[in-house]
């Protein structure tokens, strides 16, 4: 009897393990509808200042063009801010902005070896320079913020032509480009109405640009290969047209030829010379440069 149920029981489990399971279906997850929120750019490039204008409710004027940044592009932000940048071949940029209120929007926050207070075309701006160029400028006016932002430094002319472009803002007109390039100096004399003279060429500056400011002003600028530069400047008068706001330890007047030459600059070398000599004045902006040889730069200039 024991061994008849054992054997029953055994039949009953081989059946149930011969018996098909059924195969589960899968689970359906219920389906969530999601709606994705897009983030509107706060970037609207313009095709002009007025269009600028209309966005951000103020105007901001700024030069057609700079010179060496043949490309111009403008944008507003958040309807709060109006930028004009400029750009050359080489990815050298100029960027100028204008806000309402009395921040630095300038955006950039790199360290600089030099951040002075400087009072240029009659505007007080916060400055920050390497090697006397100007990277940063910052200045507030009529409940508004400006800046000036350059990627690898503006010289001086530059600096003060982007500065007064604010005078353009009342009457809402394109600021005139004040720098001429000249092909030859009697170009440059012609359009002056003076002329200038120079030497043919300075060792280890094989580059020459010349150029007019406002019509008023030569400017001989010869460059070497690592962008280092000597400036010169002829114009009528006895005013300082070097456009050079630095501060220098060391200062004195030296006489070269008869004739009284302010030099500036530091560690024993100049950086910075001016002078006048019947009825015009002259500046010399260099970086660096042994009195002797400045000596010889001074007579060699008429």
């Known amino acids: 009897m024991k061994k008849r149920m054992l054997s029953i029981i055994a039949a009953a489990l081989l059946a149930t393990i011969a018996m098909p399971v059924a195969a589960e279906e899968p689970q359906t997850l219920p389906m969530t509808s999601s709606t994705e929120t897009q983030i509107p750019n706060p970037f609207v490039a313009c095709d002009s200042l007025q269009e600028a204008a209309k966005l951000t409710g103020f105007p901001l004027a700024a030069p057609e063009t700079l010179r060496d940044y043949p490309e111009r592009s403008i944008h507003v932000t958040d309807h709060k801010m109006i930028q004009v940048s400029y750009q050359n071949a080489q990815g050298k940029t100029v960027t100028l902005r204008k806000a309402a209120g009395s921040g630095d ?130 114009a009528a008068g006895n005013g300082d047209i070097s456009g050079d706001y630095n501060q220098y330890p060391e200062v004195a007047s030296k006489t070269i030829d008869g004739v009284s030459v302010t030099c500036k600059g530091k560690n024993g070398k100049i950086f910075l010379a001016t002078w006048t000599n019947q009825g015009y004045t002259y500046s010399i902006s260099i970086e660096g440069m042994p009195l002797s040889a400045l000596n010889q730069l001074v007579r060699a200039i008429k």
């Open 105 to 234: 929007i300038s955006g950039d926050f790199r360290q600089y070896t030099q951040t002075t207070k400087e009072t240029i075309a009659g505007i007080s701006a916060t400055v920050k320079r390497t090697n006397a160029r100007a990277y940063v400028a910052i200045w507030n006016q009529d409940g508004y913020t400006y800046s000036i932002q350059s990627s690898h430094g503006l010289d001086n002319v530059t600096l003060q032509h982007l500065i007064q472009a604010k005078e353009a803002e009342k009457t809402g007109e394109q600021l005139p480009n004040p720098l001429l390039e000249c092909k030859t100096l009697q170009d440059a004399a012609d359009i002056t109405g003076f002329s200038i003279t120079v030497p043919e060429r300075i060792d280890g500056y094989p580059h020459r640009m010349i150029q007019t400011i406002d019509k008023t002003t030569i400017e001989v600028r010869d460059e070497n290969q690592d962008g280092g530069t000597v400036m010169i400047r002829k």
